[in-house]
């Protein structure tokens, strides 16, 4: 079956200063992997996406960044945080392919609070 | 044309009701609705799904209703639980350049009472 791990788990940080969050998965091969923020009480936004290594796509400009460095890890990041950056951030992860019945799959998620 | 819209904000319901969730959607290229239960300070979980060519999917206590013509969708769960205190999304999605697109509603906090 397949897992995915995101860590930290909870984070806090100062303004300004850099972020680097990890989501793996386990036990599939080429997913589609996908990054997520959510504010408190709200909706999910989605951030970044990739269907390959070192291939990210973008669909919120913002101070954040992401890096597909192997196939089934997928890093978001920051130079330098904003108060705003502070938020529930998910990693997900569907298959890629047979899309008939597939969707996404959530990790645990990681809380930030940027301070 | 990419919103979900999802309703209500938030429901009450008493030990053994029904719980209703509806959503409704613009875009006809949208050709997968899954529906996912998230407990606080936890990932989403996939609750439930169907495909617009079935109008209705039944898993246990939890079932679909889907009316293509109408772009209208409902999450019902019967004999509601305290246990299915939680916030729930509906979805659509998109297949864009080999990915899947999720576009999720606003969500709505559900509370059983006991």
């Known amino acids: 079956s397949q897992t995915i791990h995101q860590w930290p788990a909870t984070l806090v940080q100062p303004v300004g200063s850099p972020l680097s969050l990890e989501c793996t998965v386990e036990g599939t091969s080429n997913p589609n992997l996908y990054w997520y923020r959510q504010a408190a009480g709200r909706g999910l936004q989605l951030l970044f996406y990739s269907v390959g290594i070192g291939q990210i796509s973008s669909e919120v400009p913002q101070n954040l960044s992401a890096s597909r460095p192997q196939d089934r890890q997928f890093i978001l990041s920051s130079k330098k945080l904003l108060l705003s950056d502070s938020g529930f951030y998910l990693c997900?992860?569907?298959?890629?392919?047979?899309?008939?019945?597939?969707?996404?799959?959530f990790g645990p998620g990681t809380r930030l609070t940027v301070l | 044309q990419q919103q979900v819209k999802q309703s209500p904000q938030s429901l009450i319901v008493q030990k053994g009701g029904i719980s209703i969730i509806n959503c409704a959607y613009e875009n006809t290229a949208f050709d997968y609705f899954p529906w996912y239960q998230q407990f606080p300070g936890k990932g989403p979980a996939l609750l439930i799904a169907i495909r617009p060519d079935v109008s209705e999917k039944k898993e246990g206590r939890f079932t679909i209703s889907f009316n293509k013509s109408a772009k209208q969708f409902s999450l019902h769960i019967m004999d509601s639980q305290p246990g299915d205190s939680a916030t729930y999304f509906c979805a659509a999605r998109a297949i864009i350049q080999g990915a899947q697109k999720l576009v999720f509603g606003q969500g709505t906090r559900l509370t059983i009472n006991p």
């Open positions: 997900a992860w569907s298959r890629g392919r047979d899309f008939y019945t597939d969707t996404q799959y």
